[in-house]
């Protein structure tokens, strides 16, 4: 196992700055007027990313692998965590302000500490974590870790965000304890052994508005299960629990039994820094602000490094190979070479060849050496995996007489890739990487061989809404199909949005609601199904599913559809079935009379979010509109395409 990791980690460390090719950007960090900035709508100069080190990375897998031997799920659960922390993304605009990524409001700060939650000795029932209360204690940092110490009542809240959210400093990393005499023992989660006392977690109802919780049953399985089998005896009992916005698994908090309330020591006031940082894909240093709503501004705080060319980099790591050859390689030595095979592939690394990768969101360049061959019986291959930092190179992981033929091969295919990173490109499923050399990768560090697509060909868009095609071929190519000005006046997208309106009222005040729905774009079952059996065609697959649903549904009774459409036969019946539905779902009168209300007013115009090339147009509410649809009045999109928000 171990040698077939040197594979994963080695494609990790190429690949991983193969993929994650980002959005180099040339515009300067300028602020407008205030005036240009009302009449101009505001655009992205280049995105943020947690800074990327493969040295860290290969230590950390190393301590994955040694967790694994004694704790699986213990590994697993770091790495996912690791995982979740390095893959943030927040996109930056010309008017110092920033935008989420795709994910939204993330938790951005760089520290994060275990929690330990402590409850008095004794203790059985419900307890509850508040997360998030405005105007209750930050969580306590003591020795380096939060203590969270439960009391009699059960419920303890906290002004500190929940973990993995915009502002956390708490690590979803956490252990339970009982405390008696100021000695603690470890209270087991999931507890699975019969009458075994431990945690389990309950569902994560809050009664408290605004505020995250967390809840936990203290007591056996066992135990558990009794309490929910009385609050919810019968099928009647629980549609009546769940009915009311609560879950048979709800269990108030509080100990059952009496027990004595803990004295919390005195900590200092865990909080978040008011300035975290990142780095842009070509490694930049960034600063920037996050408020409990997730906005806040950014400036660049240096440079991007230079990356040398390769020439220069393959000198620099022969170089370092040379003394490196009678040193102590260090911890990479530990992965799967013995001293003195290591040092002997070292020697053979002398005369290369070497694929060097640019990092992404980070200054490191990252180089690789392979080499095969044969122990006797079979063949087997030996790898190194180096990186370039601002100390110089640094052997980072090792791998010996390895029997992975496909892993060799496929590394032998890669080229060596130090260009620039050109942006951000993306579709609904996914984002990837954009270089300067015109080829791309997936966003995502977990992929390290040549991904397959089922497509040859497909688009999107980069992160200002600028349309891209992607080809999938050996060189993974992308292109730009168009590109509109980075800065667009207001006044632009308003004369846009009115003709637009001016065609949609003139379309249903003549009762072309087939018209409006092609023009609108809006989503229904009964037109797209229409539109896509006129597109595709009678046979189509696509049809023939069609044709199949509705045969199902009408029990293989198509004369009486056919008898109810008029149709001339059952395809035809279901046709008419779609169209009719399509023109039922659009209430003509209302909806015309909303459209030449919201022509005669003037809209606020929001710039487009990543990734997408539409405007969003937020009209006034008007009086006795529900306060609980805030997009009721919106109209979003660009050009002659503008889409009614569907309502609440």
Known sequence: MARSCFWHFS??????????????????????????????????????????????????????????????????????????????????????????????????GLTHYPVEYVLPFGYRGGFRVVWGVPGAPPLQLVDG???????????????????????????????????????????????????????????????????????????????????????????????????SGHSCDDVEPGSTQPVAELIPPKGTPALMVAELRGRTLNGRPVVFSSDASGAGWWRYDGPEPDVPDEPTLARELKAYLRVLSSQDPGPAAQDTCSHERLKTVVRAALDGPYRFSRTPFGVNVVAAFIRSGNDGSRAVYDGLTFTRGPKGWKLIHSNCGSGDSRSYESLLKLKTVIAPFAGLGGNDAQRFILRTDGTWWPDDPRVFEQPEYSERSFTGYDINGNDLLFVVDGRFSWSRVSERPLTIHTATVLAELNRTLDKYIELL???????????????????????????????????????????QGTKEDEAELIRITGGSDFKDAVKRFLHDGANREVDVPSLLLKLQRLRQETPRISSPEPFSPDFEAVYAPQPGEADGCPNANTITGHGSKWKLNPGC
């Open 11 to 108: 494609y990790l460390f190429l690949f991983c700055s193969l993929l994650f090719c980002g959005l180099a950007f040339c515009q300067a960090n300028s602020q407008p007027s205030s005036q240009a900035a009302a009449a101009e709508t505001t655009y992205f100069i280049d995105v943020v990313g947690p800074e990327y080190d493969p040295e860290e990375e290969a230590a950390a897998a190393r301590a994955a692998q040694k967790i694994a031997a004694t704790n699986f799920l213990q590994a697993t659960l770091s790495q996912s965590l690791r995982n979740d922390w390095h893959s943030w993304r927040l996109y930056l605009r010309n008017d110092g302000t920033w935008a989420p990524g795709r994910m939204g409001k993330r938790d951005y």
């Open 145 to 243: 870790k939060l203590e969270v110490y439960i009391p009699a009542s059960g419920v303890y809240q906290t002004s500190s965000p929940l973990p993995l959210t915009n502002g956390a400093v708490a690590s979803p990393e956490h252990q339970f304890y009982f405390e008696d005499q100021g000695k603690r023992t470890v209270i087991p989660h999931e507890p699975l052994r019969l009458n075994e006392i431990g945690v389990i977690m309950q569902p994560d109802h809050c009664p408290e508005k605004q505020a995250a919780c967390d809840n936990y049953w203290l007591g056996s399985p066992q135990e558990a299960e009794a309490l929910k089998r009385a609050k919810c005896p019968t099928r009647e009992a629980m549609a009546q629990v769940y009915n």
């Open 509 to 551: 005040s003549s009762g072309n609601v087939e018209g409006f729905l092609d023009e609108t774009g809006q989503e229904s079952f009964y037109y797209g199904s229409y539109k896509k059996i006129l597109e595709l065609g009678d046979n189509s697959q696509e049809a023939s599913a069609i044709y199949d649903y509705f045969r």
